[in-house]
């Protein structure tokens, strides 16, 4: 699957990030896909976009490379953030889902552990993202309930 990043610069962070005013790159990217092998694909894309940039991303204070679901919104923010997960990294990719909303129980707790499932699997076998020692961690928008992947 192919997918055609947008790139953008804001001077806040993106919403459901977390930091101070300073410069943010955003990486966005909505494909138009229902089907769970698409939808996976396009995860397993969004975290390697964001693994790929961790060299630029990482700084003293950085721990998590942290992947947030929300349900209501069918999107994935990934960041690298630091250990309080109150500072997030200058590189932000966002993957959004809007034609999920149409297919019944995409905004369930099941299918948030479905998306845990893909990024985890996924993980295991990403080269950029074993390259540093970041943990990796799954929120579903609360940030102070994080899983380790």
């Known amino acids: 699957m ?3 990043w947008n790139e953008s610069t804001m001077p806040t962070p993106p919403e459901g990030a977390m930091g101070d005013e300073g410069e943010y790159i955003v990486y966005t990217v909505a494909p138009d896909v229902t089907d769970d092998k698409r939808v996976q694909s396009a995860i397993n894309h969004s975290a390697e976009k964001a693994a ?18 929300d349900s209501e919104q069918r999107s994935l923010m990934v960041c690298v953030t630091d250990a309080a997960r109150k500072k997030d ?8 889902f809007p034609a999920l909303a149409e297919v019944e129980n995409t905004a369930s707790d099941e299918y948030a552990e479905e998306v845990k499932y893909w990024i985890s699997n996924y993980l295991t076998t990403s080269q950029a993202f074993l390259q ?3 943990v990796a961690g799954f929120c579903r928008g609360d940030r102070k309930r994080v899983e380790l992947l």
Do not use: P
């Open 2 to 4: 192919q997918l055609n």
């Open 52 to 69: 790929s940039m961790q060299r630029k991303n990482i700084n003293d204070d950085s721990m998590y490379l942290l992947f947030n679901w």
């Open 89 to 96: 990294a200058a590189r932000v990719v966002i993957c959004q």
């Open 132 to 134: 540093y020692s970041l």
